[in-house]
C-alpha cells in the first residue's frame, strides 16, 4: 500500500512562485512513475506534470509549459512541483498520484484514470 502526502501549498501573489512536494512511502519508488494533477472549483481534475520513474522524462500540460518543472529524488522518495510565474487560472487543489502499472514502468501517461494512489492534495491560491 502506497502512500503519498502532499506539502507546499498556500497563498501566493500572481507571479510569483511555489514548490509542491509528494512524498511517498510503502513501495520501490523508483519503479513507477509519478504525476501531479489539479482541481479547480467546479472543474474536473486534470493532468499537469508527469515525469518517469528515472527522473529521464517528463510531460506538462501545455498551459504550465516553461513555468512548472516537475523533478524526483528516488533517495528520498520526493516528487516535487516547482511552480514560478504563477497566475490566478493555477489556482486549484494540487494532487499528486503514482503510476504502478507496466506502463508506469516503462513511461507516463496524462490519464487519471491510469493511476494508483493518490495523495488527499494540497490547495494553492494566486491572488491578483
Known amino acids: 500500500q502506497v502512500q503519498l502526502v502532499e506539502s507546499g501549498g498556500g497563498l501566493v501573489q500572481a507571479g510569483g512562485s511555489r514548490r509542491l512536494s509528494c512524498a511517498a512511502s510503502?513501495?520501490?519508488?523508483?519503479?513507477?512513475?509519478m504525476g501531479w494533477f489539479r482541481q479547480a472549483a467546479g472543474k474536473e481534475r486534470v493532468f499537469v506534470a508527469g515525469i518517469s520513474r528515472t527522473g529521464d522524462s517528463t510531460r506538462y500540460e501545455d498551459d504550465v509549459k516553461g513555468r512548472f518543472t516537475i523533478s524526483r529524488d528516488n533517495v528520498k522518495n520526493t516528487v516535487d512541483l516547482q511552480m514560478n510565474s504563477l497566475e490566478p487560472e493555477d489556482t486549484a487543489i494540487y494532487y499528486c498520484?503514482?503510476?504502478?502499472?507496466?506502463?508506469?514502468?516503462?513511461?507516463?501517461?496524462?490519464?487519471?484514470?491510469?493511476?494508483?494512489?493518490w495523495g488527499q492534495g494540497t490547495q494553492v491560491t494566486v491572488s491578483s
Open positions: 498520484a503514482a503510476d504502478f502499472s507496466p506502463r508506469g514502468f516503462l513511461g507516463i501517461t496524462v490519464r487519471q484514470v491510469e493511476y494508483d494512489a
Open positions: 510503502g513501495r520501490a519508488f523508483s519503479t513507477y512513475a
